[in-house]
C-alpha cells in the first residue's frame, strides 16, 4: 500500500488529479479559472492535471467543483481514490470529503486494491487494475520500483521501517 501510495499521490494526503485529455477544450478553461480565482496550485503533466490543495477544505472545494460540474472521473487523497468508486462509498458511509482523512483514504484503496487481486490473481494485473487499466501499462512496474526501495531501506536497518506520518 505504501508503494501504490508514494506512486499515487508521493504521500500527498489533500491531493487530486483528474485527465486532462479526456476534459473539454471549456472545461479544461473553466477548471484553471476555478483554480487560479481559488490560488490552488496545479501542474499538468502528459495526460494527468495534477491539484495540490494546502488544507481539506481545499481539497474538497476542489471536488465539489469537479462532481457537480460533470467532470470525468478524478482520483482523490493519498491512494488516489478514483470516482468510479462513488457508488461502493456511497453504499459504506464514505463521502468524498471522507477521502481526505488518510485513514479512510487507506482502508478504502487496501479494498479497492484486495478487489483487484481476487479478480486478476496476479501482483501486475491487479495492481495495474488499480490504476485503471490492466493491458500496457507501466504503472506496477513503478510501484514494484517504490517497492524495491522501501524493501532495501529495510534490508539496511531491519530496526526501522521507514514511515512518514501523514499529519
Do not use: W
Amino acid at each position: 500500500l505504501y508503494s501504490i501510495a508514494k506512486v499515487e499521490s508521493a504521500l500527498d494526503r489533500y491531493v487530486v488529479a483528474l485527465s486532462h485529455t479526456k476534459m473539454t477544450p471549456e472545461q479544461l478553461r473553466n477548471l484553471n479559472s476555478f483554480l487560479a480565482k481559488n490560488g490552488i496550485e496545479s501542474r499538468q503533466y502528459t495526460q494527468v492535471m495534477s491539484i495540490k490543495n494546502k488544507s481539506k477544505y481545499e481539497a474538497s472545494k476542489v471536488v465539489h467543483f469537479l462532481y457537480t460540474n460533470n467532470y470525468p472521473r478524478f482520483d482523490m487523497g493519498i491512494m488516489q481514490i478514483n470516482s468510479i468508486h462513488k457508488p461502493l462509498l456511497d453504499k459504506a458511509g464514505i463521502s468524498f470529503y471522507d477521502l481526505f482523512d488518510p485513514k479512510i483514504n487507506i482502508q478504502v484503496g487496501a479494498y479497492v486494491l484486495a478487489t483487484c487481486f481476487e479478480k486478476h490473481k496476479n501482483n501486475k494485473d491487479a495492481i495495474n487494475a488499480y490504476n485503471g487499466k490492466v493491458n500496457d501499462n507501466p504503472y506496477s512496474a513503478k510501484v514494484f520500483a517504490e517497492f524495491k526501495k522501501l524493501y532495501s531501506s529495510y534490508q539496511k536497518d531491519r530496526t526501522k521501517l521507514y514511515y512518514r506520518n501523514p499529519s
